[in-house]
């Protein structure tokens, strides 16, 4: 059991994944509070074993009470199912890891 004290460093108002016609996954999260926040990690995977990188965001303010937007693009995703993992970095090092979102991109044959 783990157990968290005090406030987490950042309050996430949402993580998305979403399929685009250019066969790429546009990802997005939004927070309404950060409290020493260095970075977010994003990475997929295609089983939930291993997780490969598909970018970070360090550029940005460690503290925050307004809502904040960023997104990436996954340019090489797999194709059917894949999974994505937010993990959120502080100033000391610790990290926190959001639940993965599923994405599904179909293969299109023409």
Same mark, same amino acid.
């Given at each position: 059991?783990?157990?968290?004290?005090?406030?987490?460093?950042?309050s996430?108002?949402?993580?998305?994944?979403?399929?685009?016609?250019?066969?790429?996954?546009? =990802? !997005?999260?939004? $927070?309404?509070?950060?409290?020493?926040?260095?970075?977010? /990690?994003?990475?997929?995977?295609?089983?939930? &074993? #291993?997780?490969?990188?598909?970018?970070?965001?360090?550029?940005?303010?460690?503290?925050?009470?307004?809502?904040?937007?960023?997104? =990436? !693009?996954?340019? $090489?995703?797999?194709?059917?199912?894949s999974?994505y993992? /937010?993990?959120?970095?502080?100033?000391?090092? &610790? #990290?926190?890891?959001?639940?993965?979102?599923?994405?599904?991109?179909?293969?299109?044959?023409?």
């Amino acid at each position: 059991m783990t157990v968290i004290a005090g406030a987490l460093p950042v309050s996430l108002v949402s993580f998305t994944a979403k399929a685009q016609a250019d066969h790429t996954v546009s =990802l !997005a999260c939004t $927070t309404s509070l950060e409290n020493n926040n260095k970075s977010f /990690l994003v990475e997929r995977s295609k089983e939930l &074993k #291993t997780f490969d990188k598909v970018g970070e965001v360090t550029d940005l303010g460690a503290n925050s009470n307004a809502l904040k937007n960023y997104h =990436l !693009a996954d340019f $090489t995703p797999y194709q059917g199912t894949s999974y994505y993992r /937010l993990t959120q970095t502080d100033l000391d090092g &610790k #990290t926190t890891v959001y639940p993965v979102v599923p994405v599904v991109l179909r293969l299109v044959v023409e």
